[in-house]
């Protein structure tokens, strides 16, 4: 069974400019949930998605925004980057709502801002 | 933020040694999870307990629960150069199900 699949690994973007991060879950997952990891600040979460609607909301400001797909697919989108949007972007999926199960991990996107 | 502490930042253990490594919480929590993380990558999950849970069993793997004091704590036994990682708990917000991790610990193995 494939795994949590993020595209794409690397990314270099200029301050300002946009990006768009995506995700694709294991099959038969309908959970996916976003987590932004930094030296800093660890492991902060993003936002989680479960059927097409977003149902947990991490303390990130509007400029961070994601979606789901029917095919439980999800991307997440930053606008106006700043230098401190560096980090690597982990997107988890889970069979159900929430994490009452395990979740399984991608390998995870590293955004570098300049 | 950050929903609990993980102590110790870091720990240093000889090839065949026991490692331990603990967590603690400030909510109610629906479960707990530790996952495991080698040099940025993602993330992989261990282990998940119950909060009606005391103590899971996992291979080399032993986690305990206290709901009394939010705190956990994780064992790996006769560690191996390989669990040279970094390792999160992860609690669940009985609430809301959101799961929030600790800082980690990051563990080394020396051969």
């Known amino acids: 069974k494939a795994g949590v699949t993020q595209t794409p690994r690397y990314l270099i973007k200029t301050r300002g400019q946009q990006v768009t991060l995506s995700c694709s879950p294991i099959s038969g997952h309908r959970s996916v949930s976003w987590y932004q990891q930094t030296p800093g600040q660890g492991l902060q979460f993003l936002f989680e998605?479960?059927?097409?609607?977003?149902?947990n909301k991490g303390n990130f400001p509007g400029r961070f925004s994601g979606r789901q797909f029917s095919n439980s697919r999800s991307e997440m989108n930053v606008s106006t980057l700043e230098l401190g949007d560096s980090a690597l972007y982990l997107c988890a999926s889970s069979p159900g709502q929430g994490a009452q199960y395990g979740y399984t991990f991608g390998s995870g996107t590293r955004l570098t801002v300049v | 933020s950050q929903q609990g502490e993980e102590d110790p930042q870091a720990l240093s253990i000889q090839e065949g040694e026991n490692a331990t490594m603990n967590c603690s919480y400030k909510t109610s929590i629906n479960n707990l999870q530790w996952y495991r993380q080698n040099s940025g990558r993602g993330l992989v999950h261990l282990i998940l307990?119950?909060?009606?849970?005391r103590e899971k069993h996992s291979g080399r793997l032993r986690v305990t629960l206290d709901t009394s004091k939010k705190s956990s704590s994780l064992l790996i036994t006769a560690s191996r150069a390989a669990d040279t990682a970094s390792y999160f708990c992860?609690?669940?917000?009985?609430?809301?199900?959101?799961?929030?991790f600790g800082a980690g610990t990051t563990v080394t193995v020396r051969a």
């Open positions: 307990i119950r909060s009606n849970e």
């Open positions: 992860a609690n669940v917000r009985a609430n809301d199900y959101k799961l929030s």
């Open positions: 998605y479960f059927s097409e609607t977003q149902r």
